[in-house]
């Protein structure tokens, strides 16, 4: 506990054990009938509140009374004290007429007085709006309460859009109100943070702080900021804080010469203050419950936008820190934005204490409260910058908001005075931490054997119950203070130190250690709860006293040790058993839901686009049973590959007591892996390409990740006139718009691209894709990459796919194009057989020909060969030569060459190592060069897939860039992105380029059953059809 002068309106004494129980009830009663208030209080109320005279009990309530009065209790949960705290807090404190005054100034908003009366309404209160006149008329002659004057218990004063330089409360009648009184200012907090000068005096007196805050020009002299004269508070007399701020100042630097460290920025924090270039800002909507001691939360949802930009998009903070920092902390870039805030508002109120008259605060409205937004600007680094606060929700303009953000309006407005207004009990709570706090204890005869009586004001204990409160009803708000970072109450002791050498505000300080105890006691009493009923559901669902179901299976994630043994495993012999596995183990740690039981079957779990891998092993229940991944000989632990989307992992449990193990149960672990993380862009973007990725460099010696493109490469391949690609290989590189070439996180990878350099492929409409294979005969051969780009074509010929196999032999199709064309696809290479027992290249090639004919000997016939990794030019001389000896050496040929993948350690399969990864290039190139040679069309895979080798989909190669789902006739396809989308292509660089026709959208029929999914097969399948129609096209041209 802090130490300190003890003040006036509080005493910690230790009377002896007879006298207590007197000394409560005596100090309660009193306490009930004590009026409380003090001086004179808020002037008239303007005409057109509606007249009521106040009955003997209220006129009673509002007397003068000594602000010292105390209110002694012990820390125990005796029901007769509990009521009497409850009793005296709704007497005094209590919203009894619930009655609102909604003050509306000149050019307020009108949408904003509507949807506040809305929702006060809706809390059951009388809503009374005073329109373009203050609040109070004389407040210096008038009180408030004389007859004929009826009190209310709420005023909002709503912002101006324009300076009118006047508020609608002067800022000495809020020192008056009553204190069931709530207003939403607090006018320490608009001048200090929202002010200019307020600004200067904090930078000047804290500079060593490295505060956060872009420093306005602060001079001598300041004069009336920006926002100055839109305050809602009047103030009485302005006096300059110069001497105070200089003392400040030189207080500050000779206390904290020896402790700097501990507080100071760190050097990236310094640069980032420095820097001009910020990548977003987000507005953080604060709601200050009291300044002193500090109470402030923060809502879950902001509103993101980008300088300089007006366009803007709505998001919650986790999800947003969570994409945007996703390769460097997260967590740590949220709570670093946390601390800014915390820290600024903390020095305001050391601030308005220092400058308070006596050494209590509580002089002041002890219910009033801020809605503050905080503009935070983030760059390159997790350190925060203050640009701007604004005293109030700020939003977009109304003359420019959309549906979204009057939604988004209504949305924090709702859980802001749904937080404000709660009714939830907290009492039997408060003392019930409070006795924890001070080490109460009680024993079976209900007899105290160490006594802590405690004696507060009724202030104090109210201040405290309604953080009790606040806790409980949260809703979208997350606390902000009191906080529990060490740098912070660090601060918080400094700073009284420095501004209080002499104690006087120790009442203060005192106050801070017990909402900061309250808040443990509240979290760990909250989380003892939880446990319990966890147990109690645990309790029910296993019944068994046998079954060993280990609490906590994190603890047994670090070894990931899965024993053949069974004298070395934990396991039972009770035949219940059988069917159960005793728990799952994964590498990364995966959040499971529902929580593991063996008795739950099925479990779901979600992991970010980086996680490309996972370690999932399983042990059995029973002694006698064995577990084994996807097979029933599969092993009990391996590494598996994370497509994006939906991966399934199945365990399956076996009797390996009976000669031929049987199935006896299995679990299955569905994890959805999320895409790139994307955010939308607004009008200000600019285009970043890129050949390969950082995390696998092809080209060790080349340039890896976004780079930005030069004004000359960007109005080539803007040019409305722009020549068709000549071969399938044309170099180029993916090309996507950002905010900032240097952070990927700003990118909207919904609407990457592949540009070819200098040229550009066509993409057919349907009509003119059906007439290029009309009456042809279009022969595949290869493995499941080839596959996917031949159900491609079939789709986009038939705008439909009905029927999908993985087929591993030979399959034709008669049914293409109305039956104008022919499709068959033949497997190689048969992996899965022993490698003397495989059909040979040649072998499959002859016998695809022979399922196929007749064929004619012109580019009426295609061949489509190609695969991942098993091609190479060895194979296109045997094409050459069974071509030859077949007579069709005038067939249409297309070669697609090696793709990305096999590059993960995975179990099951090979895996390359990154010098076997980076040679893959020089062997793509060699196939290029001998197709070529020959006479073939090519198609280069690899270029395309090698930068986005995370993007690919399930299978155990990593390989695969497509899939075929069932079709959802709700969504929406894709469009072909071989040319940037509409949004984009209007935008400042590609103002012509693409007319909507040729952004041929492929939307699947409703009834087709099946879509071939997957942006980078779509874009190396629509390279293949260019190809494989370029020859129709000259034809048509001449």
């Not at 009894?96 to 309404?121: F, G, K, N, S």
């Not at 204490?353 to 801020?370: D, I, K, L, R, T």
């Not at 099925?602 to 084994?628: L, W």
């Not at 990878?749 to 540009?755: D, G, L, P, V, Y």
Request: proline share 5%; aromatic share 8%.
């Amino acid at each position: 506990m802090v130490c300190g002068q003890v003040p006036r309106c509080r005493r910690l004494c230790r009377p002896r054990p007879f006298l207590l129980a007197t000394v409560v009830a005596i100090c309660l009663f009193c306490q009930t009938l004590t009026p409380l208030m003090t001086s004179s209080i808020l002037s008239a109320v303007v005409n057109g509140i509606t007249s009521n005279k106040l009955t003997k009990t209220q006129q009673g309530r509002y007397k003068e009374v000594s602000p010292s009065t105390t209110n002694c209790f012990l820390p125990g949960s005796n029901s007769q004290t509990l009521k009497k705290i409850d009793d005296s807090i709704l007497h005094y404190f209590g919203s009894h007429m619930r009655r609102a005054v909604l003050y509306a100034p000149p050019a307020h908003r009108e949408t904003d007085r509507q949807l506040c009366q809305r929702i006060l309404e809706k809390h059951r209160y009388t809503v009374t709006v005073l329109e373009n006149r203050r609040l109070v008329e004389n407040p210096r002659h008038e009180g408030p309460y004389h007859s004929g004057i009826n009190p209310w218990d709420l005023l909002i004063c709503l912002s101006s859009r324009k300076n009118t330089g006047t508020g609608c409360i002067q800022t000495e009648d809020l020192h008056n109100l009553e204190l069931f009184q709530k207003v939403n200012l607090l006018p320490e907090i608009q001048h200090f943070l929202c002010r200019k000068e307020g600004l200067c005096q904090i930078t000047k007196a804290f500079s060593d702080l490295q505060l956060p805050v872009v420093t306005p020009e602060c001079s001598g002299q300041p004069g009336p900021s920006r926002a100055s004269t839109t305050s809602n508070v009047s103030q009485g007399s302005k006096s300059t804080d110069k001497t105070r701020t200089s003392h400040l100042q030189h207080q500050w630097k000779q206390h904290m010469s020896a402790e700097m460290n501990q507080v100071s920025a760190s050097s990236e924090h310094k640069d980032i203050l420095k820097a001009q270039d910020l990548s977003v800002i987000i507005k953080a909507y604060v709601l200050v419950t009291s300044l002193t001691p500090l109470r402030a939360f923060i809502h879950s949802t902001t509103s993101v936008w980008h300088p300089p930009k007006k366009k803007h998009f709505t998001i919650k903070l986790q999800r947003f820190f969570d994409i945007f920092f996703k390769n460097s902390s997260p967590q740590q870039a949220l709570n670093n934005m946390k601390e800014a805030i915390s820290k600024l508002l903390l020095i305001t109120e050391v601030f308005s204490e220092s400058s308070a008259s006596g050494p209590n605060s509580f002089n002041q409205c002890s219910q009033c409260f801020q809605m503050l937004t905080f503009d935070i600007g983030f760059g390159m680094s997790i350190y925060p910058v203050v640009l701007e606060v604004h005293e109030n929700f700020d939003f977009q303009d109304e003359d420019e908001s959309t549906i979204q953000d009057q939604t988004f309006k209504e949305l924090i407005f709702e859980d802001t005075f749904k937080f404000l207004l709660s009714n939830a009990s907290s009492t039997s709570i408060f003392i019930e931490a409070l006795q924890k706090i001070y080490g109460s204890t009680v024993s079976k005869d209900r007899k105290y054997h160490r006594e802590d009586e405690q004696c507060f004001s009724l202030k104090e204990i109210n201040s405290m119950i309604t953080f009790i409160k606040e806790l409980k009803s949260l809703g979208q708000f997350e606390l902000l203070f009191p906080s529990a970072a060490p740098k912070i109450q660090t601060l918080l002791r400094d700073l009284y130190r420095m501004v209080d050498p002499m104690r006087r505000l120790g009442s203060v300080l005192t106050m801070h250690w017990l909402l900061s105890s309250l808040l443990e006691q509240f979290q760990f009493m909250t989380k003892e709860a939880h446990t319990n009923r966890s147990k109690w559901l645990s309790s029910q669902g296993n019944r068994s006293p046998k079954q060993n179901v280990p609490s906590d299976s994190k603890k047994s994630h670090k070894a990931l040790h899965y024993s053949s043994k069974t004298e070395e495993r934990q396991c039972s012999h009770d035949k219940d058993t059988l069917s159960h596995i005793r728990q799952i183990f994964t590498s990364p740690q995966l959040d499971l839901n529902p929580q593991f039981n063996p008795k739950i079957k099925e479990y779901y779990a979600e992991v970010p686009f980086d996680m490309v891998t996972v370690k999932i092993g399983a042990e059995p229940s029973n002694c006698q049973c064995r577990v084994h991944l996807d097979d029933k000989k599969g092993p009990s632990s391996a590494n598996y590959p994370l497509g994006l989307g939906l991966n399934k992992v199945i365990i399956l449990v076996t009797d390996d007591s009976q000669p031929n193990p049987p199935v006896v149960s299995s679990y299955k672990i569905t994890i959805y892996r999320e895409d790139r993380p994307s955010l939308p862009l607004f009008d200000d973007y600019m285009m970043c390409g890129f050949v390969q990725d950082c995390g696998s460099k092809i080209h060790p010696e080349e340039s890896c990740g976004l780079q930005p493109l030069s004004h000359e490469y960007l109005s080539a391949i803007s040019q409305t006139v722009f020549k068709t690609c000549e071969a399938g290989d044309t170099k180029g590189q993916w090309i996507v718009p950002c905010l900032s070439c240097s952070d990927n996180r700003t990118c909207d990878w919904r609407e990457i691209t592949w540009q070819p350099h200098g040229c550009r492929y066509s993409v057919l409409a349907k009509p003119q894709l059906q007439r290029c294979v009309e009456g042809r005969r279009i022969l595949f051969i290869g493995d499941s990459t080839n596959r996917g780009m031949m159900y491609y074509l079939i789709e986009r010929v038939n705008k439909t796919l009905q029927e999908w196999q993985k087929t591993h032999d030979v399959k034709c199709y008669h049914n293409i194009n109305e039956g104008k064309t022919f499709i068959s696809y033949s497997y190689y290479p048969q992996f899965w057989m022993n490698a003397n027992q495989r059909p040979s290249f040649e072998k499959a090639l002859e016998q695809l020909l022979q399922r196929s004919r007749p064929l004619e000997n012109t580019d009426q016939t295609v061949l489509i060969v190609g695969g991942v990794q098993w091609l190479n030019s060895n194979h296109l001389q045997i094409i050459q030569k069974v071509l030859s000896r077949e007579n069709l050496s005038n067939i249409l040929v297309i070669i697609k060459s090696i793709g990305m993948g096999f590059h993960l350690p995975v179990d099951g399969i090979h895996s390359l190592s990154q010098a076997q990864i980076q040679n893959l290039w020089n062997e793509n190139l060699i196939i290029l060069d001998t197709a070529k040679n020959l006479g073939y069309e090519v198609v280069d895979t690899f270029v395309i897939t090698m930068g986005r080798y995370k993007e690919f989909l399930q299978g155990k190669c990593g390989c695969h860039f497509h899939e075929v789902v069932k079709s959802n006739p709700s969504e929406e396809q894709p469009h072909i992105t071989m040319t940037l989308s509409r949004h984009y292509t209007l935008g400042k660089y590609f103002g012509g380029q693409s007319k909507p026709s040729q952004l041929q959208d492929y939307a699947t029929n409703s009834h087709s059953p099946y879509h071939v999914r997957g942006p980078i097969n779509q874009v190396y399948s629509e390279i293949l059809l260019s190809r494989l129609c370029a020859s129709k096209r000259e034809l048509v041209s001449t």
